[in-house]
């Protein structure tokens, strides 16, 4: 097996230091583009990688076939996938394409509703109040796109603190997070080694939308108190199934853990402004653009054993 080829195969298992690194040492809309870019190149590239065994085998089945017509036979044969591996990669990519196809398909259905609850309200305005007593507020695309915010979250709230949901909610609709959320748990679908990049993202763009009603309001404590009322209104629904799939929200119900993400958001409001940090903004930038030159390299390399056995996977 090709040493490109094993590089673009075990380069998502470095899913977990990149979440780490990114989340904690890059500014939120950084963190969030380069999480999506990075998942992105990791799942085209390992599917590459798969596709290259698969294509390396069927080669080898050809050159065996037609040993007779084809020069330098016993070395192309050591080049090419042999029948165990090529065995393991089918079933990998044929799972891997399955599974993005199912999410996409999913994610596609949970857009069309979530599109067709944002028309359910009446009228063209972004911002919709509902008679709802329990505490909710959350960002809907559509078109219109909605912010939907219930009378039981306004009174939890103060003027100070609503206007800071609001401008975190205006984030997640100006600045498209849903298209992030989705693009990375598309990529987690196709290979699951990259799951960990799918809770750091969503942390990211909620980072993100926190340091965007910061600055709106200019009060990076002010959000960091709205943040945690809005937590402690909101409680369990009991009919989660009632809301959108595709949705963002400043805050869920706090949990115990004192390391949970709403914490964290909090923790982070209460310093200053955060800046990226250029070792990790490189070292991210540096795996993605390596695994991604493996792949070119891989491919070409099997492009050019196949020219050495011309007929082959004609």
């Known amino acids: ?66 040993s007779d017509r084809i020069a330098h036979r016993s070395v192309l044969l050591r080049q090419l996938t042999i029948p165990p591996v090529a065995a393991v990669a089918t079933l990998a990519l044929t799972a891997a394409s ?5 999410y996409g398909i999913r994610r596609l259905r949970s857009l069309v509703r979530s599109h067709r609850h944002a028309r359910s309200f009446a009228g063209p305005d972004r911002i919709v109040v509902t008679a709802s007593p329990a505490a909710d507020a959350y960002a809907i695309p559509g078109r219109p796109a909605r912010i939907v915010v219930s009378r039981g979250m306004i009174t939890a709230l103060d003027a100070t603190d609503f206007d800071a949901l609001l401008a975190h909610e205006h ?38 939308a926190d340091e965007h009603a910061a600055q709106v309001t200019g009060d990076r404590r002010a959000v960091a108190v ?20 595709v949705r963002l929200a400043m805050a869920a ?25 250029s070792f990790a903004m490189a070292a991210s930038c540096a795996l993605t653009a390596i695994t991604a030159w493996c792949a070119a390299e891989a491919a070409g390399d099997l492009g050019q054993l196949l020219a050495l056995a011309p007929g082959s996977l004609t």
């Open 226 to 245: 709205a943040i945690t009322k809005a937590a402690l209104a909101t409680g369990p629904r009991t009919d989660p199934g009632a809301l959108p799939a």
């Open 98 to 102: 399955v599974a993005a196809i199912g």
């Open 1 to 66: 097996m090709q040493p490109d080829v094993v590089i673009c195969l075990l380069a998502p298992l470095l899913a977990v230091p990149i979440a780490r690194a990114t989340t904690r040492w890059l500014h939120p809309r950084t963190a969030t583009m380069v999480i999506t870019v990075s998942a992105v190149v990791l799942a085209a590239t390992s599917c590459i990688g798969l596709g290259i065994l698969v294509i390396g085998a069927l080669a080898r089945w050809d050159i065996v076939s037609e």
């Open 253 to 277: 119900p706090i949990a115990s853990r004192a390391d949970g993400p709403v914490p964290r958001r909090v923790r982070a409001l209460l310093t200053p402004t955060p800046r990226s940090n």
């Open 171 to 208: 984030a997640h609709l100006d600045h498209g997070h849903h298209g992030y959320v989705s693009v990375v748990r598309l990529a987690a679908a196709a290979n699951p080694f990259l799951r960990p990049l799918v809770p750091a993202v969503e942390f990211a763009i909620e980072r993100w």
